[in-house]
């Protein structure tokens, strides 16, 4: 259950109080004064499965841009009402699913945390690549998992994805700033630990280090696929396969692997590893960005739906282009 608050002009009270019993909830208006004008404040509790469909029609009527104006919805532990429950089996029963969607701003504190990069951000990817390196060398399989569990590479990806639906350009371009510098520091990190390893002894170019060289156009159509569940997993109430996903798409070990052929000089294996790391991420951001194309998700205001959409299709064409290029060239190779 969610309580759900409004607050809105007295012209709009109509219109509200129609949203709240086109959908049969009981609610609770009273009349407030804020800055010596008058408002009306609809206050309900609303099951889940119809609260983001109603949440949206209010929005539509109440201009929250007004400061005084504004919609909230909270998550409810306990609910004791008969007729709630008896409204919620009833639902249940109908298969309603038109609320079932999340809200944009529901996405908006899931993705918010990954736009901007952050330091603590950077000392877990460090620590991913070290043990991702460490993995690679020793042939060990769990650490080179280990190292994808902690890397927070998926991050940015995800929030790049999103802030392109909603022609969030900024935002967009601060989630690809933040995703290559934590690249880079993947790439930095192996490449010194390498080079301080080759102080000390040979190091042998283990199974786990050469299956990152070996490129195949399966490897983004594979890649591609991921995103699409990744996207999915954002866009409904089983956000735990983010997790298998980030293991899946394997960010970190070829990222460092890149790095180990830049301290062993060996171009081949830079190159290899390399081009393996951009297809896993341009069809994982590919993938994301065609679930939430295909979702709607968008800005409310229409202007700005109108430019986000034209924003999307742009950039969804760019790495299409961009997948069928690295295709042809994993091909050829």
Sequence with gaps: MRRIEAVCNDN?????????????????????????????????IVPNSISSSLTNELNEIINTSKKELYITSQI???????????????LA???????????????????????????????????????????????????????????PLLGPMTAFSFNTAVGKTDKMFKALV???????????????????????????????????????????AVAIALGLAGGIAMTTDIPEIIVGVAIAAALVPPASVAGIGIAL???DIFSSALTLTAA?????????????FLEGISPRKIYEKESAQRHMIVTISIFVGLSVVLGFLLLKS
């Design 12 to 44: 709009q009270g109509p219109s509200v109080e129609y949203v709240f019993k086109k959908y049969k909830v009981t609610f609770h208006t009273e009349q407030i004064i804020s800055d010596g004008q008058e408002f009306l404040r609809f206050i309900a």
């Design 76 to 90: 409810i532990d306990a609910t004791l009402s008969d007729y709630l429950t008896d409204l919620e089996k009833e």
């Design 93 to 151: 029963k109908k298969e309603v699913k038109v609320g079932m969607k999340k809200l944009v701003e529901e996405y908006k504190s899931l993705i918010e945390p990954s736009v901007e990069f952050k330091k603590h951000l950077l000392f877990m990817i460090i620590i991913g690549a070290g043990v991702a390196t460490v993995g690679l060398f020793a042939n060990n399989a769990s650490l080179v998992i280990g190292a994808m569990l902690i890397s």
């Design 178 to 220: 933040s995703g290559l510098i934590l690249l880079v520091a993947v790439i930095g990190t192996s490449f010194l630990l390498t080079l301080i390893g080759l102080q000390f002894s040979d190091l042998p170019l283990t199974d786990e280090i050469l299956s990152r060289t070996v490129i195949s156009p399966v490897f983004l």
């Design 265 to 267: 000089w060996d171009f």
């Design 280 to 292: 896993n991420i341009i069809g994982l951001v590919l993938g994301m960005m065609i679930v939430f």
